[in-house]
């Protein structure tokens, strides 16, 4: 079993950063894939970004340049810099791991307005 505990979401404006961060504890060592997803109202979930275990990073179209992945392998925690924010970027971001199956944290709201 894993848990994740995800934090560092808010309001923010137009421009603005914000860095999420999803540590995970439990069965760890078998963590391979480390991915955030979002999911806006009235829309699908859609993957934003993800990093392998080998440190490969792979990204959305709408957040390449402006958001980055990174992964502490120390500290099981995996991380999402969000940089020049738009109001489209407003939605419940998830973390999702792969260790044997899927486990996905609870979900963190980022709201990005004026």
């Known amino acids: 079993q894993v848990q994740l505990v995800e934090s560092g979401g808010g309001l923010v404006q137009p421009g603005g950063s914000l860095r999420l961060s999803c540590a995970a504890s439990?069965?760890?060592?078998?963590?391979?894939?480390m991915d955030w997803y979002r999911q806006a109202p009235g829309k699908e979930r859609e993957l934003v970004a993800g990093?392998?275990?080998?440190?490969?990073?792979y990204y959305a179209d709408a957040v390449k340049g402006r958001f980055t992945i990174s992964r502490d392998t120390i500290k099981n925690t995996v991380y999402l810099q969000m940089n020049s924010l738009k109001p489209e970027d407003t939605a419940v971001y998830y973390c999702?791991?792969?260790?044997?199956?899927?486990?996905w944290g609870q979900g963190i709201q980022v709201t990005v307005s004026t």
């Open positions: 439990g069965s760890v060592f078998s963590i391979t894939t």
């Open positions: 999702r791991v792969y260790s044997g199956r899927d486990y």
């Open positions: 990093r392998l275990s080998s440190g490969s990073s």
